[in-house]
């Protein structure tokens, strides 16, 4: 069945050529036998076509394949026409005709491949510049709708009826592109009824950059036909995979304080540091890390660029990798080099050098097929990663799953936290004008961070990783642990406004990233404590009722 869905038209073709000359074979050597024979009777079906019959003398097989290859080589000719002489033509009168709540993906690459395999199922077209080693694969597995052009044109940007599709991608490899095609998507927009808001999901891979561009009108606010949302494969896909693997990362009863080794101070290390720096034992203590970095100036520009880390945790510097490996024993380890190829060797020397098979240790992929489908298949134990407790943590999945499922558990318990603080007007009505979905993408992405965050504070809690998806029990926390988990909140939403820029100040102001809370809990006045124990309770109480199953 798949051979013939992906060979119909030559089948078809085959078929029919084969059966009209079957027919026209044995109708010559029916009529005479001493005159056919297999060799002028195949020739003689070739003239069929110019040969003249009076319909009562001529035999039915004859006839039949008269009409048989007449159809063969009609169904020949609209192959030609739809596939050389005008295959954009007849598939923009598909598109028009039959695509309504398709996706649109702009940009071939690898990312692309990953959201045609997910969105398997759905019509898609794909837009690019240029045909690269991408686009035989998408022909292959059968995705048709596939242009190249000026992405950054509207009017070939409307080619792919943008205006009636239900989600956009734009995940070319620049980020500059990315922008200047959102761009042009918002104006052809702007310019179209759409009565639902077209979900558009940017890439962005500089992350100062995607904050400055989180401030822009563009991406700021929702409008009634577009809705916009940055994200960068680093930071969501490793802030995911961390909460997601979090039973990897720390043992299940913490009863010493967790010391985390990061090798390499990349954008990963530094992801993966601001993911996790928050988080303190159920006794209080801040985890402990240490940082093996050979190059002084990254050490120099990492401490000025994130000062207010040390008051969060107690973090040192090393170049030793080998002494480091030998004489101290951690929680977990982070290999983060950009090279992928270096980190897994990093990574294998750490195993051979520690001489044994603790702690776990983690690598970082960007790609959709990455190593782990080579070192783990089944075979001899000791080629497997997996059997050295090595782990790659693939952030191109985490990424694709996560921007894939945003409007599904995750989006809706940070809604559910959203409108446990809406303003309510003078009759006690919620304001139309603080729903959810007219947040800017940031405080969005702040309501959701803070719903991954609690995957981790109940695994520190409770020694069990919570998965919404299956049956789990109900937790209860002890008034010292409320608290704890609440303190951990306020730390995680302190390092997210300092990592976007914010500051303290006596007076908040939030057009210049001013904030009064922005101190420590013994320092909170009650009131502002309340919230954080709220936000805890709010998602734990979600989770108790079964809200997800």
């Known amino acids: 069945m798949k051979y013939f869905k992906k060979h119909w038209w030559e089948i078809i073709f085959v078929s029919a050529l084969m059966t009209g000359f079957f027919f026209g074979i044995s109708g010559f050597m029916e009529a005479d036998a001493t005159k056919y024979q297999w060799g002028n009777s195949f020739y003689e079906t070739f003239r069929l076509f110019e040969r003249e019959y009076h319909s009562d003398d001529?035999?039915?097989?004859?006839?039949?394949?008269?009409?048989i290859l007449l159809f063969a080589f009609l169904w020949l000719s609209l192959k030609i026409i739809i596939t050389i002489i005008a295959p954009h033509f007849l598939s923009d009168i598909r598109i028009r005709l039959f695509f309504r709540k398709h996706i649109v993906i702009c940009g071939l690459n690898e990312m692309t491949w990953n959201l045609v395999r997910k969105y398997n199922d759905e019509k898609i077209i794909v837009l690019a510049e240029e045909r690269n080693q991408y686009a035989e694969a998408f022909e292959q597995k059968g995705i048709k709708m596939f242009f190249c052009g000026d992405i950054f044109d509207k009017i070939f940007l409307q080619k792919a009826q943008i205006p009636t599709a239900s989600r956009l991608y734009i995940v070319t490899g620049n980020d500059k592109?990315?922008?200047?095609?959102?761009?042009?998507?918002?104006?052809?927009?702007k310019k179209k009824n759409r009565k639902e808001a077209l979900k558009c999901y940017t890439l962005i891979n500089d992350?100062?950059?995607?904050?400055?561009?989180?401030?822009?009108?563009?991406?700021?606010?929702?409008?009634?036909?577009?809705?916009?949302?940055?994200?960068?494969?680093?930071?969501?896909?490793?802030?995911?995979?961390?909460?997601?693997?979090?039973?990897?990362?720390?043992?299940?009863?913490?009863?010493?304080t967790p010391e985390i080794l990061i090798v390499g101070l990349t954008e990963k290390a530094e992801t993966v540091i601001l993911?996790?720096?928050?988080?303190?034992?159920?006794?209080?203590?801040?985890?402990?890390?240490?940082?093996?970095?050979?190059?002084?100036?990254?050490?120099?520009?990492?401490?000025?660029?994130?000062a207010y880390l040390p008051d969060f945790a107690?973090?040192?510097?090393?170049?030793?990798?080998?002494?480091?490996?030998?004489?101290?024993?951690?929680?977990?380890?982070?290999?983060?080099?950009?090279?992928?190829?270096?980190?897994?060797?990093?990574?294998?020397?750490?195993?051979?050098?520690?001489?044994?098979?603790?702690?776990?240790?983690?690598?970082?992929?960007?790609?959709?097929?990455?190593?782990?489908?080579?070192?783990?298949?089944?075979?001899?134990?000791?080629?497997?990663?997996?059997n050295r407790n090595i782990f790659l943590l693939?952030?191109?999945?985490?990424?694709?799953?996560?921007?894939?499922?945003?409007?599904?558990?995750?989006?809706?318990?940070?809604?559910t936290a959203h409108n446990h603080w809406r303003k309510k007007d003078a009759q006690g009505h919620y304001m139309e004008a603080d729903e959810y979905h007219t947040l800017s993408g940031h405080l969005k992405q702040t309501n959701r961070n803070q719903i991954i965050d609690t995957y981790l504070h109940i695994f520190i809690a409770t020694g069990k990783k919570l998965d919404i998806t299956g049956s789990y029990s109900p937790v209860v926390f002890s008034e010292k642990d409320r608290e704890t988990l609440a303190m951990m909140e306020h730390r995680r939403w302190m390092i997210e406004k300092y990592s976007n820029g914010w500051r303290y100040g006596d007076h908040r102001n939030d057009d210049f990233k001013i904030?009064?809370?922005?101190?420590?809990?013994?320092?909170?006045?009650?009131?502002?404590?309340?919230?954080?124990?709220?936000a805890i309770e709010l998602i734990i109480n979600r989770f108790n009722e079964g809200l997800i199953t």
Request: with cysteine; aromatic share 12%.
């Open 58 to 67: 001529i035999p039915a097989n004859l006839m039949a394949a008269q009409w």
């Open 177 to 189: 592109n990315n922008v200047e095609i959102t761009q042009s998507a918002f104006s052809l927009l």
């Open 207 to 256: 992350r100062e950059l995607k904050l400055l561009l989180e401030e822009s009108a563009l991406f700021k606010y929702r409008t009634p036909f577009f809705d916009s949302l940055l994200f960068n494969m680093n930071e969501m896909g490793i802030q995911y995979d961390l909460s997601m693997n979090i039973d990897k990362i720390l043992p299940q009863t913490i009863d010493l």
């Open 275 to 306: 993911s996790l720096v928050h988080c303190l034992t159920m006794n209080r203590v801040p985890f402990r890390w240490m940082i093996v970095e050979k190059d002084k100036e990254t050490i120099r520009s990492f401490q000025k660029k994130y």
């Open 314 to 386: 107690e973090i040192e510097y090393t170049d030793n990798l080998d002494t480091v490996c030998s004489n101290k024993r951690f929680t977990s380890i982070f290999v983060c080099p950009d090279n992928q190829i270096e980190a897994m060797k990093t990574a294998l020397f750490i195993r051979y050098r520690r001489t044994d098979n603790l702690p776990n240790i983690f690598i970082f992929s960007e790609e959709s097929e990455n190593w782990t489908d080579v070192f783990n298949t089944d075979g001899h134990k000791i080629l497997t990663l997996k």
């Open 394 to 415: 693939n952030t191109f999945e985490a990424t694709v799953h996560y921007v894939m499922t945003l409007n599904s558990e995750i989006e809706i318990l940070a809604e």
């Open 515 to 534: 904030h009064n809370c922005l101190k420590v809990w013994e320092k909170l006045p009650e009131s502002e404590k309340r919230k954080d124990y709220t």
